[in-house]
Antibody, heavy 123, light 109 residues
Framework: QVQLVQSGAEVKKPGASVKVSCKAS????????VSWMRQAPGQGLEWMGW??????????RYEQKFHDRVTITADTSTSTVYLELRSLRSDDSATYYC??????????????WGQGTLVTVSS | SVLTQPPSVSAAPGQKVTISCSGS????????VAWYQQLPQSAPKLLIY???KRPSGIPDRFSGSKSGTSGTLGITGLQTGDEADYYC???????????FGTGTKVTVL
């Protein structure tokens, strides 16, 4: 069965970076795109970016507001996708989710989600 | 959010609720709509895709439709287990971004 298992909660200071992982299993890793979303406490879902995974080269697309602070990468040897967010601010405190697209491209819906990773930014 | 949903809807057990999702030609008007259910303290779950299709395991009490630049989720035979937040989502061709609705909280009275 398809599973996306994310890394554990993180506490970071303002200005630091965080790297969250999402390990996929139960399907061919390079078949489906993966996106990252976040959800601040009591707020809605916000899409951050997408990666199309290939053993040769991966393509990425980022939401404009995060473009200069976010990097999404994939390691095909471990079937893991990573989200790195830099220059953290207090308003980056949120639960971060990875989700698999029902296809390779970024416009497909999300059919499987990770369990979420809580990132807290506090001095 | 570029997609607008009502903040909340409610109904008694067994009744029906509908949730609207209003967008524009750059998103709903030219792309498929999906709906996600988020139970309390849980990750979202795909409920409807391609406007009106249900993934395996989703009961037919849940239905979706689209007309022009709006999508609608319907839930019939409301159950206490349906209490959750519901989000619409689609691709926005102008923003080149996946966009979500503002979210609707369903309460079973």
């Amino acid at each position: 069965q398809v599973q996306l298992v994310q890394s554990g909660a993180e506490v970071k200071k303002p200005g630091a970076s965080v790297k969250v992982s999402c390990k996929a299993s139960g399907y061919t890793f390079t078949t489906n795109g993966v996106s990252w979303m976040r959800q601040a406490p009591g707020q809605g879902l916000e899409w951050m970016g997408w990666i199309r995974i290939s053993v040769y080269d991966s393509n990425t697309r980022y939401e404009q507001k995060f473009h200069d602070r976010v990097t999404i990468t994939a390691d095909t040897s471990t079937s893991t996708v990573y989200l790195e967010l830099r220059s953290l601010r207090s308003d980056d405190s949120a639960t971060y989710y990875c989700a698999r697209h029902d296809g390779a491209s970024s416009w497909y819906p999300f059919d499987y989600w990770g369990q979420g990773t809580l990132v807290t930014v506090s001095s | 959010s570029v997609l607008t949903q009502p903040p909340s809807v409610s109904a008694a057990p067994g009744q029906k609720v509908t949730i609207s999702c209003s967008g524009s030609s750059s998103n709903i008007g030219n792309n498929y709509v999906a709906w996600y259910q988020q139970l309390p303290q849980s990750a979202p779950k795909l409920l409807i895709y391609d406007n009106n299709k249900r993934p395996s395991g989703i009961p037919d009490r849940f239905s979706g439709s689209k007309s022009g630049t709006s999508g609608t989720l319907g839930i019939t035979g409301l159950q206490t287990g349906d209490e959750a937040d519901y989000y619409c989502g689609t691709w926005d061709s102008s923003l080149s971004a996946y966009v979500f609705g503002t979210g609707t909280k369903v309460t079973v009275l």
